[in-house]
């Protein structure tokens, strides 16, 4: 879509070219959202693309994923023998309301920042425990835990001009078992429930990560695989009918069943 409101597109070397901020700017990645839809609000496009971040970068501590990283390349990585729980970026993926042409375009980062319900790059990163680092306009880089950054539908802790540089996942995270479980109300639809449980090879540290049916990602974490009574009765205390994203994806009470559901298959498997 052409965007008639916008006057000037900057593309920065450094960030350092880009003073302040004000009403009208616009951060641009893949553009798969914004060119999407008019724009009436924006005058300026900043792109991303010119800072050059390398995509992705396997460290000591584990992986760490660029805010411009394009999916297709995420899809594409392969990492060491031990991650196995990376097959869970495929699964994610294909989970997305998007051809995988979009892919191509679009980014980690802008799907994280889009911070719908069904974002399914927020699902990933959540599940293993990722941890975002935030560049304010002014001021110092600061890390929010991927559980936390979400806040409701299309809502986000980002201030206004501040950009998400990068995801980390730490190794012992990659190192988990894993189940993924997605549901839509027709084959390539949105996802209703995306549910991802992970517990580590011997058991432990078991997390539920519940997301696409709520608002918002909800995560249970335990010691242990939970028994099936400690799950249903924690979900239950958390999320009341009213905490499910009620939408043309599916009502209220088809989410919170789909979350029973796929939360005890989870949780059998990874017993």
Request: proline share 5%; net charge negative.
């Amino acid at each position: 879509m052409n965007l008639g409101t916008i006057s000037e597109v900057l593309r920065p070397r450094t960030l350092d070219q880009i003073d302040g901020w004000r009403d009208g700017y616009a951060w641009l990645a893949g553009g798969t959202w914004l060119f999407s839809e008019p724009q009436v609000d924006r005058d300026t496009l900043i792109d991303l693309d010119g800072l050059c971040w390398p995509a992705l970068t396997v460290t000591e501590a584990g992986l760490e994923i660029a805010a411009t990283c394009r999916i297709a390349e995420l899809d594409d990585l392969t990492g060491p023998q031990e991650w196995s729980a990376l097959p869970l970026k495929g699964d994610c993926a294909r989970s997305l309301l998007a051809s995988f042409k979009i892919w191509n375009a679009a980014t980690v980062g802008g799907n994280i920042c889009m911070s719908l319900p069904a974002g399914a790059m927020i699902s990933l990163t959540t599940a293993l425990e990722g941890v975002y680092t935030l560049w304010p306009r002014e001021g110092e880089p600061r890390e929010v835990a991927a559980v936390d950054f979400v806040t409701g539908d299309h809502a986000n802790v980002l201030a206004p001009g501040e950009l998400l540089r990068s995801i980390t996942i730490p190794n012992a995270a990659l190192a988990k078992r894993y189940v993924f479980r997605q549901q839509s109300l027709v084959k390539h639809g949105r996802s209703a429930a995306l549910i991802i449980g992970t517990c580590g090879q011997d058991g432990s540290d078991f997390r539920l990560t519940v997301t696409a049916a709520t608002p918002r990602p909800i995560q249970f974490v335990y010691d242990t695989v939970p028994t099936h009574a400690e799950l249903r009765g924690d979900i239950t205390r958390r999320l009341s009918e009213e905490d499910y994203f009620h939408d043309v994806n599916g009502s209220a009470r088809y989410k919170q069943h789909l979350t029973y559901y796929f939360s005890e298959q989870i949780r059998m498997e990874l017993s």
